[in-house]
């Protein structure tokens, strides 16, 4: 998955990103950017991934383990279960909202947001006396190329 970005926006994200770190007195450095950049370009990774790919740009695997455990404990970063995986994502502070196709077949994640969701889970938990915070949806399934493909077979 690609998320195409202006240069303004991921600069945006970038301050936004600064500034948290720095009210939570801890340091801005060049590998934190860089591993807020991959998440927020071309996440959800699953860990194996985004060492690699990180890697390439110089930034060794403890560094990695040390910021994503640092971001899982500042809520830069969820846990999505996709499937059998786990990945790592932005939290719902720079990206906004949503859910996740995924194909059994080849892995491939779609990002989709429902407003008729959203507002289910809200009446659900009105009536249930129950205060939502934050929730995940992964629908397992195949997309359109692998559903052609065993249409055909």
């Known amino acids: 998955m690609q998320y195409l970005l202006k240069y303004s926006e991921t600069m945006n994200h970038e301050a936004i990103f600064k500034d948290r770190l720095r009210a939570a007195g801890e340091r801005f450095t060049t590998p934190r950017l860089g591993i807020f950049r991959l998440l927020y370009r071309q996440g959800p ?17 403890v560094t990695v383990y040390r910021t994503v455990e640092l971001f899982r404990r500042l809520d830069f970063i969820q846990e999505v279960g996709l499937g059998r995986q786990r990945l790592l994502e932005l939290s719902d502070d720079y990206e906004a909202h949503h859910h ?54």
Do not use: N, W, Y
């Open 45 to 61: 990774l699953s860990m194996p991934k985004l060492i690699d790919r990180a890697g390439s740009e110089g930034i060794d695997s």
């Open 100 to 153: 996740h196709l995924v194909c059994g077949q080849c892995g491939r994640i779609i990002d989709f947001d429902s407003a008729a969701i959203e507002a289910e889970l809200q009446r659900v938990s009105r009536a249930q006396g129950f205060q939502l915070r934050t929730h995940q949806l992964e629908a397992t399934g195949l997309c359109r190329q692998c559903a052609a493909t065993a249409a055909t077979a």
